[in-house]
């Protein structure tokens, strides 16, 4: 059972920059087996996907993001993270990290995913 805990969220005014932690609890939750993805859900809204990175895939970004946002993996941690610069109260949401086996395919596609975290708060104000 892979177990995923979010951190790094927090309120900051737009223009400014987060890191977002995500830690996986499983032995085998490594780079070169999973597809690691980060998602984010504002109220009202539909969940999106943020950015994607796998060992056999490019990284994938949502239009929003690119240039912005850069998804990494520390693999001896066992640890993904999202950097976030230059953020606007549209970055606003509720952000998970999501992990599924294999490395292949490697996009936003929330269907894809089996493992959630509990997701941590980004607010920005204007």
């Known amino acids: 059972q892979v177990r995923l805990v979010e951190s790094g969220g927090a309120s900051v005014q737009g223009g400014g920059s987060l890191r977002l932690s995500c830690a996986g609890s499983?032995?085998?939750?490594?780079?070169?087996?999973?597809?690691l993805a980060w998602f984010r859900q504002a109220p009202g809204k539909e969940r999106e996907g943020v950015a994607a990175?796998?060992?056999?895939?490019?990284?994938t970004y949502a239009d929003s993001v690119k240039g912005r946002f850069t998804i990494s993996h520390a693999n001896g941690d066992r640890i993904l993270y999202l950097q976030m610069n230059n953020l606007n109260p549209d970055d606003s949401a509720r952000y998970y990290c999501?992990?599924?086996?294999?490395?292949?395919?490697?996009?936003?596609?929330?269907?894809?995913?089996?493992?959630w975290g509990q997701g941590t708060q980004v607010t920005v104000s204007s």
């Open positions: 999501a992990a599924r086996r294999g490395t292949a395919r490697c996009t936003l596609d929330a269907g894809d995913f089996v493992h």
């Open positions: 499983s032995d085998t939750f490594t780079y070169g087996s999973y597809c």
């Open positions: 990175i796998s060992s056999a895939d490019p990284t």
